[in-house]
Structure formats: C-alpha cells, structure tokens
C-alpha cells in the first residue's frame, strides 16, 4: 500500500509559479515510479510528468515541457512538481500517483495508487 497526499495547489496569474508536493507513505513507497496527472472540468485524465526516485529517469508531456521540472526526495519521500510560465489552460485538479511498472509510464491505466488532488487555478 502507498498513500499519496498533494499539497501547494492555488490560484496564481498567467506567467506565474506553483511548485506542487507529494509526500508518499507506505513500507513500499520507494520501488513505484511517481506520476503527475491533472484533470480539468469535462476532460479526461491526463500526464503531466513522472520521475523514477533515483531522479534519473523523467518523462514530460509535450505540452509542459521547458516550463515543468519533477523531482524526487527520496529521503523527504516527496515528488515535486515545479511550474512556470503558467497558462489558462493549466488550470486543472493536479494528482500525483504512484506506478508499479518498470519505466515511466504515461498512462493512468498504470498507476495504482493515487492522492486525492490539488487545485490550480491560472488566471488570465
């Protein structure tokens, strides 16, 4: 069991910053790849990025790359999610997650744990 709990959502002004915390917990927190996904109002699920806890394997989504940065603490047990150059239409609930799979995966079908979200809000 792993359980995730998001922190750092808020509202901000386009070209702004948020950073985003996931503390993780749990006897086998550090053997799962961490994920962050977000969801705006009636859309689907979708990546943002995910990082292994060494940090030496990443993945981005196109749409966040060069203004996103993930990172883990594995002795913190937290997953950042740093974000500048902020758009409208990050405006999302922001969830981090937790992969048993080997690589980074994009998918949310392959995550099985997930926190119970934070809200960012950009505005224009």
């Given at each position: 069991?792993?359980?995730?709990?998001?922190?750092?959502?808020?509202?901000?002004?386009?070209g702004?910053?948020?950073?985003?915390?996931?503390?993780?917990?749990?006897?086998?927190?550090?053997s799962?790849?961490?994920?962050?996904?977000?969801?705006?109002?009636?859309?689907?699920?979708?990546?943002?990025?995910?990082?292994?806890?060494?940090?030496?394997?990443?993945?981005?989504?196109?749409?966040?790359?060069?203004?996103?940065?993930?990172?883990?603490?594995?002795?913190?047990?937290?997953?950042?999610?740093?974000?500048?150059?902020?758009?409208?239409?990050?405006?999302?609930?922001?969830?981090?997650?937790a992969?048993?799979?080997?690589?980074?995966?994009?998918?949310?079908?392959?995550?099985?744990?997930?926190?119970?979200?934070?809200?960012?809000?950009?505005?224009?």
């Amino acid at each position: 069991q792993v359980q995730l709990v998001e922190s750092g959502g808020g509202l901000v002004q386009a070209g702004g910053s948020l950073k985003l915390s996931c503390a993780a917990s749990g006897r086998t927190f550090s053997s799962y790849v961490m994920g962050w996904f977000r969801q705006a109002p009636g859309k689907e699920r979708e990546f943002v990025a995910a990082v292994n806890w060494s940090g030496r394997a990443k993945n981005y989504a196109d749409s966040v790359k060069g203004r996103f940065a993930i990172s883990a603490d594995i002795a913190e047990k937290t997953v950042y999610l740093q974000m500048n150059s902020l758009k409208p239409e990050d405006t999302a609930a922001y969830y981090c997650a937790a992969s048993p799979s080997g690589g980074i995966p994009s998918r949310p079908t392959r995550y099985n744990y997930w926190g119970q979200g934070t809200q960012v809000t950009v505005s224009s």
